[in-house]
RNA sequence: CCGCCCUUAGCUCAGACUGGUAGAGCAGUCGACUGUAGAUCGACUUGUCCCCCGUUCAAAUCGGGGAGGGCGGACCA
C-alpha cells in the first residue's frame, strides 16, 4: 500500500484533518501512531461508534493505535463519573468498545488500551501540567474546553485543568495524531500551539464528523429520543428511527441520512453488502444501494421518500447495533456496577 | 472564622412581604393534517414546594434547627 492510499484510507469520511500535509509526510516516514481518548462518563451510544470504523481504517493503514480510557477527565468534566464510579465505569467502556470495534469489522487485539490514571499521577506529567497551569489564562483553557466541557453555573478548576491534561496526554502516549470528534477541536488546537514549548511535537489532528440529533439540531446525550442507545432493542431503534427528523429531500439536520453515511454504509461496504429498501408497487417497488451517493441523490431529488427509507435504515442500524447489544446482556454487571441508580 | 444570598414540574422560573394543602413558559404524551418526521392546530399529563421541629383550624409561605450550593469579608508567622 503506498502512501496516498493510506492518507486515503485514514482521511476517509473525515470531518477535518490538521494538516493533511504533515500526515502525508508521517507515512511516508513511517507508521504513525495514533490516539483517541473517551472519558468513561455517561452510558456510550451510536455516536461514540461513528469513530470506531474509523479505527478499522487505521490499523488498515498500518497505523498503531491507542484508546484512551480517560477516567480521570470523566470526573474533572463537572464531575460528570463521580470518583468512586471511574474504575466501573471504565471496565464498561473498555468492554463496550471492544464490541464496537468489533462489530465495525476491526481487530480489537491490535488495539492498545490505556487508562488514565497509568500515567498520568506520574511526576514528570504532573510537573508539566503545573508548568502549562502557569502559563495558560484562564480564558484560553474556557475556549479550549468550551465545546467538550459542560457548563455549570459553578464552574470547577477540573475543567479548566482538562484540556492542559488532554494535550499532555497525547504527548505521554506518543502519539503522533491525535484523533477525536469535531467537538475536540479546540482543545487539540491549543495542543498544537502548547505542545512545542513543553518538549513535545505538534500532533497532526483527525476529527470524526458529530451525527445530528433524530429529533433535528445537535444530539444531546441526555435526549433519548435524539440518540440510538448501543442497548436498544430492535424495536426501540426502529421506534427511534420512525420518529426521527426526516424531511423529504433535505439533507441539513437530517441524522437518518447521517446514519446511513457515517454509519451504515461504511459497514456494509466493509462486508460488501448492498442496503435493500423495500417499497411498495404503487411507489416504484424496492430498492438497492450499493453505496451512500445513489442513496443521498435519489433522496435528494424525491425519488426515495422518507416514509420508505426510515424502516430499512432501523433495520440495518439495529442489525449492527445488535452484536454490541448482545454482549452488553450477557454481562449485565457492567452496566449496574456503572450505573447503579440508573440503570434497569 | 464571620456575614449575606439561593434551593418550587424534566428545564427556566413565578408565587413568600399581606398563611387557605401550587402556577406559567418550554419540554413531554396523545389525536388531526401531511405517504415519514417536523411545522401547524386541538386535547392532556407532570410535583416528597431541600430535610426536621415548632406556631396555627390551616404552612411553599411565619419561627427555630440542619443539609447542599453560591458570593463576600477577615486571617495571612
Known sequence: ?????????????????????????????????????????????????????????FLGAGMDVTVLIADLHAHLDD????????????????????????????????????????????????????????????????????????????????????????????????ADVAYGGIDQRGIYMLSRELLPEHGGESPVCVFAPLLSGLSGGKMSASDESSKVNLNDSRDEVVEKIEAAYCPAGEREDNGVLEYLEYLVFPILDERGEDLVIERPEEYGGDLTYGNYDDLEADFLSGELHPADLKPAAGEAISEIVDPIRERLNDQPELLREAYPETDD
Open 79 to 174: 464531575n460528570k463519573s463521580p470518583f468512586d464510579l471511574l474504575e466501573a465505569r471504565s471496565e464498561y467502556y473498555e468492554e463496550t468498545i471492544e464490541a464496537m470495534i468489533d462489530a465495525a469489522g476491526a481487530d480489537a487485539d491490535r488495539i492498545s488500551f490505556v487508562r488514565g490514571r497509568d500515567f498520568e499521577l506520574d511526576p514528570d506529567y504532573a510537573l508539566e501540567l503545573l508548568r502549562m497551569a502557569a502559563e495558560t489564562t484562564l480564558s484560553r483553557a474556557r475556549r479550549a474546553g468550551s465545546e467538550v466541557v459542560r457548563e455549570s453555573d459553578s464552574p470547577k478548576l477540573g475543567g479548566l485543568l482538562y484540556p492542559l491534561m488532554q494535550t499532555l496526554d497525547v504527548d505521554a502516549l506518543d
Open 1 to 57: 500500500m503506498d502512501t496516498d492510499e493510506r492518507l486515503e484510507l485514514a482521511t476517509r469520511n473525515t470531518a477535518e484533518v490538521v494538516e493533511e500535509s504533515e500526515l502525508e509526510t508521517l507515512f511516508a516516514e513511517g507508521d504513525p501512531s495514533v490516539y483517541i481518548g473517551y472519558a468513561p462518563t455517561g452510558e456510550m451510544h451510536i455516536g461514540h461508534f461513528t469513530t470506531m470504523r474509523k479505527l478499522a481504517d
